[in-house]
């Protein structure tokens, strides 16, 4: 089953609102990353943070993990309508889990202006 | 900027059809992946490969192989295409596979009648 589990599965809010989505997974992490996707497009890498860090900050990106509860959440502030998009979290395991990474189903979200 | 290119945004194909799918990376990494992406089920590995003539197989390699001659090209071949091969394909390079950032090419959409 898949690693990673985004909530919501979608979620729309108004341009200038804060979007919170999260994740949770199963096993033990090497990293997890968040990365988005426009439609019909390719990934688009955001932000990645290690099992050993708590919070990340990139622009008006914000991404915590808490490893105890195996969630991770990302915060998107001031939203605008080109956040519109899907946004996918991925887990990177320990090298016997293989090196690989395993990412969830996703969270689509609109941003209306 | 990294840079991964996949040779055709949109394919359309006959059940039984070899298919080449081909990805070309610029920034020297060891690892390349195949995704394949459908609603709902988020991305999935098909194979990836760690160096030049090898390869690994991912989570969902049947009906599919590979191959990596050369360090920045990675093909996918679809022996004889069917149509629940009809999905979002998605190539992507990275230095340490799941440890690290994956940068995507812009994805190949393939319908098979």
């Known amino acids: 089953s898949q690693q990673g589990e985004e909530d919501p599965q979608a979620l729309s809010i108004q341009e200038g609102e804060n979007a919170t989505m999260n994740c949770s997974y199963k096993?033990?992490?090497?990293?997890l990353q968040w990365y988005r996707q426009n439609s019909g497009r390719g990934l688009v890498h955001l932000i990645l943070i290690r099992s050993n860090e708590r919070e990340k900050h990139s622009g008006r990106l914000r991404v915590t993990l808490d490893t105890s509860k195996k969630s991770s959440s990302l915060l998107i502030t001031a939203s605008r309508a080109a956040d519109t998009a899907s946004y996918f979290c991925a887990t990177g395991g320990p090298m016997e889990y293989g090196n690989k990474l395993v990412f969830g189903a996703g969270t689509i979200l609109r941003v209306k202006s | 900027d990294v840079k991964v290119t996949q040779s055709s945004r949109y394919l359309v194909k006959r059940t039984g059809e070899k298919v080449f799918l081909e990805c070309v990376q610029d920034m020297d990494h060891e690892n390349m992946f195949w995704y394949r992406q459908d609603p709902g089920l988020g991305l999935r590995l098909i194979y990836f490969s760690y160096d030049v003539k090898m390869k690994e197989k991912g989570d969902i390699p049947e009906g599919y192989s590979v191959s990596r001659e050369k360090k920045e090209r990675f093909s996918l071949i679809l022996e004889s295409a069917s149509t629940n091969q009809t999905s979002m394909y998605l190539c992507?390079?990275?230095?340490?596979?799941?440890?690290?950032?994956?940068?995507f090419g812009p994805g190949t959409r393939l319908l098979v009648l």
């Open positions: 992507a390079s990275g230095l340490a596979g799941g440890r690290e950032t994956q940068y």
């Open positions: 096993t033990s992490i090497n990293n």
